[in-house]
């Protein structure tokens, strides 16, 4: 069977800076994909580039069989590829519910967009609360949820999390990854990018550690998670 | 006549020519950060296209015949070279450093000057444009002409609609979420170069109303009267907020009554006697913007937000 999604070798630079240094990687339908790594690592750059915001220098993207390097953003999300965006880049001065409407925003289907809704206040009851509330006055954990939602919108059939836990409290956090878990039960697959490499290792199927530019250690995320150089690298131990 | 009344209902009237323009400015930096300097010469261009319309039809047809087809003629040349500057001199430049863009509307600005003085029949000096055979009315003591009442039912009308369009219509949705957030608009499947064709579309709209508006009134057209205008324009949209269109409007309307009202009464303040009149309206709009700039950076209705750029 053919992977969901492949990158091949993948290179994206800006200007003369090459951020991301030939990189390859699978996604199969149904798994959930960490990518760790500490800052700078080019983890973010691989999304923005998956998500057609920025162009490789080099390499290949097939997304559900079909090459995606040289489509423009708008179009790629079309195809079943939704990103929800590092630092969660909600639209501040539109209400939750427009924030979600936006996320359907190329699906014809007025009562499956209606049920979706639902669906994410279901998942997230705090959102169906404030519907009306314009989205730059909640907290972080909440606009987290909402552009967690917001991609979901879409009908993916790969999501794409950057950094989902970043600036949270722990109890937000946990509550966020509780999240991801549930996601991945009901056959969600998801790509994720995570500075917080225990809880994304702990619940992926695979896992790849990146440094600057380079993917230097791949594995299925039990055995990261046991692997010394990555306990002492990024789970703070000696 | 030098009442309140007419001093206010002239200020109206001006002020609703303005706020049209500022859509233009208000719109396109709301959503590329861009001062289009050239949407002075599109308002422009809009009146020689209603000029042009209006001259093709045969001699004696009515002015309300005539009028909706002007209207139609002024909104296609506004709105196509609104849009074609769009594509072929701003576009290129989405990425490059601020300064090459705005060089770019300045040059654009000249050039659509120059084209209408020496190719336009006669365009060299003022060209008279065509007048509604009607009023003028008295109301009470406020003298009403019949170029006046265009731009007052003409510029509620835009304005209304410009409202329940970016509100209520999915394009209008996009256009909110791509003046907030380009990248993340794209990510929601949003083609943004489109929702910005559409910004210069609806500016160039506004535009030729505007110009038809002043024509009507002032009864000539001229290839210099979109430098004036479109400066005030510029102005009000930043009274009022730039990138707020409610601001656009309301920055219009002051900046056109607070001219009016200076024009008028400012030579009664004793010892102010040689600033008031025609001449010194432009000083005092300006001063207006200065203040307002001090008091109030952001504009009467803008908020408060970091640059993105």
Not at chain 1, 107 to 117: F, T, V
Request: proline share 4%.
């Amino acid at each position: 069977m053919t992977a969901l999604l492949e990158v091949e070798d993948l290179r994206v630079s800006y200007g003369k800076i090459e951020a991301v240094k030939g990189i390859s990687f699978t996604v199969e339908a149904g798994q959930v994909v960490t990518l760790i790594g500490t800052n700078g690592a080019g983890k973010t750059t691989t999304l923005r580039t998956l998500s057609g915001l920025l162009r490789p220098t080099h390499g290949r993207v097939v997304f559900d069989g079909q090459p995606i390097e040289k489509v423009p953003a708008h179009k790629i999300v079309a195809l079943g590829l939704a990103h929800s965006p590092e630092g969660r880049h909600i639209f501040p001065r539109l209400t939750i519910e427009e924030n979600l409407k936006l996320g359907a925003y190329l699906r014809k289907d007025a009562d499956g967009i209606a049920k979706d809704i639902q669906r994410a206040y279901d998942l997230f009851p705090i959102l169906g609360e404030r519907r009306k509330q314009a989205a730059g006055t909640l907290s972080g954990g909440e606009q987290q949820m909402l552009a967690m939602g917001r991609a979901l919108m879409s009908q993916p059939k790969l999501l794409m999390l950057d950094e989902p836990s970043m600036g949270l409290s722990p109890i937000m956090m946990q509550k966020i990854m509780q999240t991801i878990v549930e996601l991945k039960a009901s056959g969600t697959t998801i790509l994720l990018v995570e500075q917080n490499a225990q809880a994304a290792l702990s619940l992926a199927d695979q896992g790849h550690v990146m440094e600057i530019g380079n993917i230097v250690l791949s594995g299925t995320g039990r055995d990261l998670l046991h692997d010394e150089s990555v306990r002492k690298a990024y789970l703070g131990e000696d | 006549m030098n009442t309140l009344p007419q001093q206010l209902a002239n200020g109206l009237f001006l002020g609703s020519m303005y706020g049209l323009i500022a859509i233009g400015y208000t719109m396109v930096y709301g959503i590329v950060q861009l001062i289009n300097f050239a949407h002075g010469e599109i308002f422009m261009t809009g009146g020689f296209g209603a000029l042009t319309v209006y001259l093709a039809l045969p001699s004696g047809t009515s002015m309300w015949v005539a009028l909706p087809l002007m209207l139609i003629g002024g909104t296609l040349v506004a709105v196509l070279i609104a849009t074609g500057a769009e594509r072929f001199a701003y576009r290129p430049l989405r990425n490059a450093p601020r300064l090459a863009p705005l060089i770019t509307a300045i040059g654009l600005s000249l050039a659509l000057q120059e084209a209408v003085r020496n190719w336009y029949p006669q365009a060299t000096s003022a060209r008279v444009f065509p007048q509604i055979n009607a009023g003028p009315w008295n109301i009470g003591s406020v003298n009403i002409s019949s170029g006046d009442v265009f731009v007052i039912i003409a510029a509620p009308i835009c304005m209304a609609a410009l409202a329940s369009f970016v509100r209520a219509t999915r394009t209008g949705r996009a256009m909110q979420a791509t003046a907030q957030d380009p990248d993340t608009a794209q990510l929601m499947g949003i083609d943004t170069n489109r929702v910005i064709v559409i910004a210069f579309a609806i500016g160039g709209l506004f535009a030729a109303v505007a110009s038809l508006a002043y024509g009507l009134r002032y009864g000539q057209v001229k290839y210099d009267m979109g430098f004036q205008a479109g400066l005030k324009a510029f102005t009000a949209a930043v009274l009022g907020g730039i990138g707020n269109i409610y601001g656009a409007m309301l920055g219009g309307l002051v900046l056109g009554v607070a001219e009016a009202l200076a024009t008028a009464y400012i030579a009664n303040i004793p010892g102010m006697g040689q600033f008031g009149g025609q001449g010194w309206a432009s000083v005092w709009a300006f001063i207006l913007l200065i203040l307002v700039l001090l008091l109030r950076p952001q504009g009467l209705l803008g908020e408060r937000v970091a640059d993105r750029a």
